[in-house]
């Protein structure tokens, strides 16, 4: 590494000559990094340095320690909290089309592995070395979202290197939610290759969906739960199933095809509901499904006093904890959602309790499944921990990549 009096660090690839401007973090600052971490926060910067506000929004900068050492390449939001991603560790290799196409084809060969057709989440951000990047692949279209500054001025190239790698026949940018809104970016659909149909084939185990991408909830699809939901047929065969935060009917439809002998299905959209019903009878179930339109906890009071019964009943809710400073608002949530379920099962029934909040930790959800059980005068067996599919990687060193926990649980009477 070569650094001249501006601050700014050349590039050690075959052609050097290339600068980049050097963000400095302060001393004793650079542990995360060290440890494998992608992230550069605005207090972390010695501002005296490299002050924030010399910085174009989105330009690739060499991050360094306070002596200098450049830890690598990333990008650059002077006015996000989160200032600073690291994509490239070292500075042999210029972030570009080229280092996109290396990293696209390292993660098309894990889930080559993992799925034998291709519908799955291809990228996942940082934990696929892409920070700030989803890609999910629905055989022949893939939906992109772009959740920081600094990946959106990458926009050209990332299409470049899917279209190099992939080669579908419709790539959908589909970018929205409340990620932009932190980096102040803009929300919007645009379809630069293809045409996006009104609806689009997603198969999972053998099992076909068609989902709204345009106007369906995140990409269209929660490929994140699929490994969980392949449970199912150890589970639901012969049972009595409910399926709580249906949404399309990804466990649902799925434990009716698995053999269950009745599945009902409950969320607060129609259209989603539709989509169960629709999705139900392309699968040759449709006799086994039936859905009910209602908010979740009003559905679940509603059936209790009728004394409904279900052998396995699925909850698989929203974030109820968006930010730390919810949990303890979105903590009581889950109590008393799961609470809702237990007391609809059978004797001896199974719950499958899910949390997609970051922030609840997955001590706290077991914790919160026992103290509503507990309530109940009931104890909980636990058959399984969940996680999300491995088609979402954790990286090790970012705790914000393992997003998703939930346990399978039989509930017994004391």
């Known amino acids: 590494m070569n650094q001249d009096s501006d601050g700014a660090v050349e590039h050690e690839a075959d052609e050097p000559g290339i600068e980049y401007p050097g963000l400095f973090l302060k001393k004793g600052e650079d542990a995360r990094l060290r440890q494998g971490h992608l992230w550069v926060f605005s207090n972390e910067v010695d501002t005296g340095r490299s002050p924030l506000t010399e910085f174009t929004p989105g330009e690739i900068v060499a991050i360094c320690d306070a002596g200098g050492r450049a830890f690598g390449l990333g990008y650059i939001n002077p006015q996000a909290l989160i200032c600073a991603r690291l994509v490239e560790r070292g500075l042999r290799h210029p972030i570009d089309k080229s280092l996109i196409v290396h990293r696209l084809k390292v993660a098309l060969e894990l889930r080559k592995q993992l799925y034998a057709e291709p519908f799955y989440r291809l990228v996942f951000g940082e934990a696929d070395g892409l920070p700030g990047l989803v890609l999910d692949r629905f055989d022949d279209v893939v939906v992109g979202q772009i959740g920081t500054l600094g990946m959106e001025s990458l926009r050209d190239a990332v299409l470049e290197a899917v279209m190099k790698v992939i080669k579908p026949r419709c790539f959908v940018w589909k970018n929205n939610g409340s990620v932009r809104k932190l980096e102040a970016l803009p929300e919007y659909l645009e379809v630069p290759v293809g045409t996006l149909e009104p609806l689009t084939r997603v198969v999972e185990a053998g099992v ?92 679940l009071k509603k059936m209790r006093q009728e004394r409904e019964r279900f052998d396995v009943v699925i909850i698989d809710p929203p974030a109820f904890v968006k930010r730390k400073k919810d949990f303890a608002e979105g903590r009581l949530a889950y109590r008393r959602i799961f609470e809702a379920g237990m007391q609809l099962l059978s004797r001896d029934g199974i719950l499958i309790a899910c949390s997609c909040s970051h922030h609840m930790p997955r001590s706290a959800l077991l914790d919160t499944i026992n103290q509503g059980a507990r309530h109940l005068d009931r104890s909980v067996q636990v058959l399984a921990q969940l996680q999300q599919s491995a088609d979402h990687p954790v990286h090790p060193a970012i705790p914000e990549t393992d997003y998703l926990k939930g346990y399978i649980c039989r509930v017994l009477p004391s």
């Open 208 to 299: 076909e969906f068609a989902v709204d991408i345009a106007n369906g909830q995140k990409t269209g699809w929660f490929y994140d739960q699929r490994d969980n939901r392949d449970r199912l047929a150890r589970l639901v065969p012969g049972k009595r199933v409910l399926d709580v935060f249906s949404y399309v009917g990804a466990w649902g439809v799925r434990s009716a095809v698995a053999g269950a002998s009745e599945v009902v299905c409950v969320d607060s959209s129609a259209t989603a509901l539709a989509a169960v019903t629709a999705a139900a009878a392309a699968n040759g179930c449709g006799d086994r499904v039936r859905t009910i339109q209602a908010d979740a906890f009003d559905a």
